[in-house]
């Protein structure tokens, strides 16, 4: 039981370029989400998820755009990185069956933009 | 609009010192509550939690907060810190049904030896 993962790890990107940071969960949780920690900032939400072929936006959407084609996978793509893009990316699952929705975190994806 | 405002940015202790973390949320209506720490090149782990019941929660490493209704407080609280709880600390709130949550700033505790 591997619980979250993503990939990669760590990644530089040049301003303009495009990546997509994959996440998967073998807990077979309904709910997905994206989120970026900046120093000082927390961690802030950038898309979610409450079901497969489902996204919502949250508090910073700006940028980013995210796909559920399966209910395990929820990626995250960046069509023109920018160097304000630079952050920790994180995702996170939970379950609405499972009081009260705690979130299972992934270890985080190290990006940079130059 | 939602917030979570968590009071220490950095706090220094040093070994056997009590922490206590402030944590406020703005949220008139029925909220989650809980406290995450991150060490040094991992990711968030839950430390505790609360949605009902006792408003004094117990969580993992001898770490407990207390959920006061009246001041919109969670506080989190340790009687003696070790070396080893040199992390950051996040509060969050789960407000509406789609499990989202709102984090505060974050807590920089470091325990000198």
């Known amino acids: 039981n591997a619980g979250v993962t993503q990939t990669p790890k760590f990644r530089v990107l040049k301003t303009g370029q495009s990546m997509t940071l994959l996440c998967a969960q073998d807990m077979n949780h309904e709910y997905m989400y994206w989120y970026r920690q900046d120093p000082g900032m927390g961690l802030r939400l950038i898309h979610y998820?409450?079901?497969?072929?489902?996204?919502a936006k949250g508090e910073v959407p700006d940028g980013y755009n995210v796909s559920r084609l399966k209910k395990q996978n929820f990626l995250l793509g960046l069509e023109s990185a920018a160097p304000s893009q630079t952050s920790v990316y994180f995702c996170?699952?939970?379950?609405?069956?499972?009081?009260?929705?705690?979130?299972?975190f992934g270890p985080g994806t190290r990006l940079t933009v130059l | 609009a939602q917030s979570v405002s968590q009071h220490n940015h950095h706090v220094i202790l040093s070994e056997a010192a009590s922490l206590e973390l402030g944590c406020n949320y703005s949220y008139g209506g029925t909220v989650n509550l809980f406290w995450y720490v991150q060490y040094p090149g991992q990711h968030l782990q839950l430390l505790l939690k609360?949605?009902?019941?006792?408003?004094l929660v117990k969580g993992i490493k001898g770490f407990e907060a207390e959920f006061i209704k009246s001041k919109f407080s969670f506080n989190l609280r340790k009687p003696s810190v070790q070396w080893s709880d040199t992390a950051e600390y996040f509060c969050a709130v789960k407000t509406g049904n789609t499990g989202k949550l709102i984090f505060g700033q974050g807590t920089t505790l470091q325990v000198k030896p």
């Open positions: 998820s409450v079901g497969e072929g489902t996204t």
């Open positions: 609360y949605f009902s019941g006792d408003p």
């Open positions: 996170a699952s939970s379950s609405p069956g499972l009081a009260p929705n705690e979130q299972f």
